[in-house]
């Protein structure tokens, strides 16, 4: 009895760590930013979002195409940047063999791949440009000017679209699978005890808010500028 409680506790702590608390964030995150695209192409048009948010999006794209290639999938179009099309400023098409558990799992992280490659972009940007930052100090330069023009692309290219969500939806199963593997395999080593997977959950949660922090700033950016 004991044994099982533990193994439901590894595998819920695990899904929260590689799933629950991911989704949520992107969904809000994606949320915030799309609603400030809309807001900001509404407002001055459709190209000059496209202008803003162009780095942003050849990422966001750049992301889905590399994590495609690398589960193997079969790439029958992609547009890093387009002029907006049908709402599309960039799209990656591809397809999968269904009875293939290693390209149907790559369905889910496909699907989230732009909040890993936005976000390490952002990362180490910032590491290059404005390393002071992560220390909450702050040098008025061309440089900080740079970084912030491209961080505010970056994160309004973050967002995920209903597409990106279905999609992540389709690897779901096996990546519950590997879960159950996981946390029997964590009951049964102890390799990795639970409180720090606590501790780890809290570090998650740290930076998604940060994320978080940028992704409401985006919106509130977005909000000020329709009064002018």
Do not use: C
């Not at 193994?7 to 915030?32: E, M, Q, R």
């Not at 199963?173 to 009951?187: E, V």
Request: glycine content about 6%.
């Amino acid at each position: 009895m004991i044994f099982l409680k533990q193994t439901i506790d590894y595998f819920g702590l695990l899904l929260s760590i590689t799933i629950l608390l991911p989704a949520v964030f992107a969904w809000l995150i994606s949320y915030l930013t799309n609603t400030a695209g809309s807001i900001i192409s509404e407002k001055f048009g459709s190209h000059f979002y496209l202008v803003i948010s162009s780095i942003g999006v050849i990422i966001h794209e750049l992301s889905h195409l590399i994590m495609a290639l690398l589960f193997g999938h079969h790439i029958e179009n992609f547009r890093l940047l387009q002029l907006p099309k049908n709402g599309q400023v960039g799209f990656v098409t591809h397809s999968a063999n269904p009875k293939n558990p290693w390209q149907a799992f790559g369905n889910l992280l496909i699907g989230f791949a732009p909040m890993i490659g936005n976000s390490l972009t952002i990362y180490l940007l910032t590491r290059y440009l404005q390393p002071n930052v992560f220390y909450l100090q702050v040098s008025f330069n061309w440089q900080l000017l740079y970084w912030l023009l491209i961080v505010f692309s970056l994160s309004l290219g973050i967002g995920l679209s209903h597409e990106d969500f279905e999609n992540s939806m389709q690897g779901m199963w096996i990546a519950i699978l590997l879960l159950i593997i996981a946390a029997l395999t964590l009951q049964l080593t102890h390799i990795i005890l639970i409180d720090r997977l606590f501790t780890f959950i809290q570090q998650e949660a740290s930076l998604f808010v940060i994320a978080l922090a940028i992704a409401v700033i985006d919106f509130l950016i977005a909000k000020v500028i329709t009064f002018f």
